[in-house]
């Protein structure tokens, strides 16, 4: 079953959809998209801890 991340829940008006395989996938795919997109450099645990709650089934 394909997994999914709205990076709108946790950043507001950002469109991406993240997919993947699995939640590890969806994780990996999130931190890439918010190094590029975010600015990001960190992924401090709380963060991904944030994202991996609003991974949801599709
Ligand atoms: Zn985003």
Not at 2 to 13: D, I, Q, R, S
Not at 41 to 54: F, G, I, M, Q, S
């Amino acid at each position: 079953m394909t997994k999914v991340f709205h990076c709108a829940e946790l950043k507001e008006g950002c469109t991406a959809v993240i997919r993947g395989e699995n939640a590890d996938q969806v994780i990996e795919l999130a931190k890439r998209h918010a190094e590029k997109d975010h600015g990001h450099t960190e992924h401090p645990e709380d963060k991904v801890a944030e994202v991996r709650k609003r991974i949801r089934d599709e």
